[in-house]
């Protein structure tokens, strides 16, 4: 009975434990089994077992208690020689070490990051950002440059996504960088369209600096005295003193400008270099140094023999100092000149107002080349009158009172009373007139003096009016010149000589004592038009396109630009590296430019036998010549108009055709030459010089 008891009991606990609590059995747990009645035992024992079982009810409905059987013992925890020897702790060494590591290359990098914006301007990032942008580049060109691509797609695409990373660098990188890109861009025409529709866009205007950054330039360069001490100006209006806009009145990738009026009434452009220029400016040409000497290596192309020289023409151009000394050497130059004086203008220079970043000058008023209509519409301005501040008269005084100066850069007059009540009018001048000044002005620079200025495009020359009703041209921006020795000097008119008359004997003479083993292909260059060295000369598309029959378009382009690179390499042969004169970089780019000025305004003169010409007159007025020498080449150049005369017809003929509306000029059907026959040679030229 008693077992049955316990094992009922010991049932009743096990299944009612989450219902009864232990302090209910302690007032039982010291009674014997003897005391329970009989009638208990005898109904746990006798209870049927398909019967409910006892342990779905609770204390709670069941009068009844169930006792514990065991006795109660406190818990106790177990020894520690029952539990064995204890593990040692981990100590996660690794994840400590790297973390430390991680600790320290963060705290590292951004130190340097806070040190290179804040004493550097980011200099070294900027770098950085140029290398990584190399190599990735390089990299994609070594392993993608071939028929079929390895990565898929085409070399269109593979020229369409490196032309977007290099365009986006140079705006992000911004300062020379820029200037770089425009550089790059003027030459453009030689690259693939899609390096083509990309660096058209380079000539847009730069952010622009705050006024806190230009103070701070005036204050270092003058000894720390402000805008107001240095130019006699007030920003209050105070009377007796001049005023000046603190916000630029354009801005470019090295410097800005403003406009200010000093206190004598002369109006005035103060050029401020950008703050960051002189930090960065050393960082940016050894980065570019590293880059190209690295390219060079890697395609074996003797590119990086031109870097030195390129670096130094490029740190020239932040000197305004030297741009000083340009401007006036040009303004005597062409004031001595007979055919020049008059029709040329080279704006004063006021050093007292300027230092190495800053420079002052007479503020000019004129019309941008690129402004067509107002070029030629007519002149409503009164006979006999010409432009504002034409052949250097001082600008009006302003009528009325003077704006406040309160930042927004609106106190400079305007002065378009020229341009009558309807605002319509314009300068009334010739295409013609306009351009063949400016092909005499750098025909003369190149042919006559050796020096040339480097930079001409349209932001860079302003257009008047002269009282007699001739155009006047101002040139503007002096940084960027190149000087020529009276020897390359010669030896380049006889070059343009030698090319306007198929004299290939001595074209080659004259290329190979440069260095340049391909006469053609640098005569095409130089022309802006295909070289084809007469009858019997076989020229250098047929020496590149031939043999190329039976291939697939991807087989011929790629062909086509592997013999490119190769006559490349061997137009740029060892012997460059010493003789090839440097100046010639910087001359390829002055012809690019007026080339696309004469095109931009629709091709109005004969630019090609103009600048013939200058070639073959400046070694008659040469005066380092002797007299006999000088008599020879004064016969030769009285045979040489002769042969000019073939240059004429063609130009005419094109102009009827653009009379009729059957062509757009000279220099577009020139540049329709130039196209197909870069078409063959793997290249596509789609678009002018100043597009976008």
């Given at each position: 009975m008693s077992r049955c008891v316990a094992e009922l009991c010991s049932r009743s606990v096990r299944t009612s434990s989450r219902h009864v609590v232990c302090n209910s059995f302690q007032p039982f747990a010291a009674q014997s089994f003897r005391q329970i009645s009989r009638r208990t035992r005898h109904t746990l024992c006798t209870r049927q077992p398909s019967a409910s079982p006892p342990c779905r009810r609770t204390i709670?409905?069941?009068?009844?208690?169930?006792?514990?059987?065991?006795?109660?013992?406190?818990?106790a925890p177990p020894s520690p020689e029952s539990l064995g020897k204890a593990a040692p702790p981990k100590q996660y060494r690794r994840s400590i070490k790297w973390g430390r590591r991680l600790l320290f290359v963060s705290a590292t990098t951004g130190l340097l990051y806070l040190v290179d914006t804040q004493l550097y301007t980011s200099s070294i990032t900027r770098s950085l950002r140029t290398f990584g942008l190399g190599l990735i580049v390089a990299l994609d060109y070594k392993l993608n440059f071939r028929p079929e691509p390895f990565f898929g797609g085409s070399i269109g695409d593979l020229h369409r996504r490196n032309a977007e990373k290099l365009f986006n660098l140079l705006h992000q990188n911004g300062g020379l960088y820029l200037k770089i890109g425009q550089a790059i861009a003027m030459q453009s025409a030689v690259l693939p369209p899609e390096f083509q529709k990309m660096f058209s866009r380079m000539f847009d205007d730069a952010p622009q600096n705050d006024w806190a950054d230009v103070e701070k330039v005036i204050r270092e360069d003058f000894g720390g005295r402000n805008a107001e001490e240095v130019f006699g100006v007030s920003f209050t209006n105070e009377p007796g003193f001049g005023v000046m806009e603190k916000r630029a009145k354009a801005s470019a990738s090295v410097a800005q400008v403003h406009w200010a009026r000093l206190a004598d009434g002369r109006e005035v452009a103060i050029k401020v270099q950008k703050r960051e220029i002189a930090q960065q400016v050393g960082w940016d040409l050894w980065a570019f140094k590293v880059v190209m000497k690295i390219y060079?290596?890697?395609?074996?192309?003797?590119?990086?023999?031109?870097?030195?020289?390129?670096?130094?023409?490029?740190?020239?151009?932040?000197?305004?100092?030297?741009?000083?000394?340009?401007?006036?050497?040009?303004?005597?130059?062409?004031?001595?000149?007979?055919?020049?004086?008059?029709?040329?203008?080279?704006?004063?220079?006021?050093?007292?107002?300027?230092?190495?970043?800053?420079?002052?000058?007479e503020w000019i008023e004129g019309v941008r080349l690129w402004d067509k209509e107002t070029l030629t519409a007519t002149w409503l301005g009164g006979y006999g009158a010409g432009s504002p501040g034409a052949k250097g008269t001082p600008l009006s005084v302003p009528k009325g009172p003077v704006r406040k100066n309160d930042g927004t850069g609106l106190l400079k007059p305007e002065r378009n009373e020229w341009k009558g009540r309807t605002g319509k009018g314009g300068l009334g001048l010739s295409l013609e007139q306009v351009m063949t000044t400016m092909i005499d002005l750098f025909s003369a620079q190149m042919f006559l003096w050796g020096l040339v200025h480097c930079d001409p495009h349209p932001g860079n020359i302003f257009i008047r009016r002269q009282p007699n009703g001739q155009a006047e041209l101002v040139l503007i921006d002096h940084g960027l010149y190149v000087s020529m020795t009276p020897k390359f000097r010669r030896q380049y008119c006889q070059f343009w000589k030698a090319i306007m008359t198929f004299d290939n004997d001595t074209l080659s003479e004259i290329t190979n004592a440069w260095g340049i083993k391909a006469p053609d292909l640098f005569a095409s260059a130089t022309l802006m038009r295909p070289y084809d060295g007469g009858e019997g000369h076989r020229g250098m598309r047929d020496m590149i396109t031939g043999e190329l029959q039976g291939k697939t378009a991807a087989e011929r382009h790629f062909e086509v630009q592997e013999r490119m690179r190769g006559k490349m390499r061997e137009a740029l042969s060892e012997e460059l590296e010493d003789n090839f004169p440097r100046e010639l970089i910087f001359i390829g780019r002055n012809m690019r430019i007026v080339q696309g000025n004469n095109q931009f305004l629709g091709s109005p003169v004969n630019r090609i036998k103009m600048t013939g010409n200058w070639a073959s007159r400046s070694l008659v007025d040469d005066t380092g010549l002797g007299f006999s020498e000088r008599l020879v080449n004064a016969w030769k150049h009285f045979i040489f108009r002769f042969v000019l005369f073939s240059s004429d017809i063609v130009f005419y003929a094109s102009k009827i055709r653009q009379t009729f509306g059957f062509g757009d000029g000279m220099e577009d059907d020139i540049e329709k030459q130039m196209r197909h026959m870069a078409k063959d040679l793997g290249i596509e030229l789609q678009h002018s010089v100043f597009e976008g």
């Open positions: 709670f409905n069941d009068p009844r208690r169930y006792l514990q059987t065991q006795r109660y013992e406190s818990f060079t290596t890697w395609f074996n192309l003797p590119f990086y023999s031109l870097v030195p020289y390129i670096n130094e023409r490029l740190m020239l151009e932040t000197d305004f100092v030297n741009e000083a000394d340009n401007s006036e050497k040009m303004a005597k130059l062409v004031a001595s000149e007979p055919r020049l004086r008059g029709r040329v203008y080279i704006p004063t220079v006021y050093r007292d107002l300027s230092s190495r970043r800053i420079m002052t000058t």
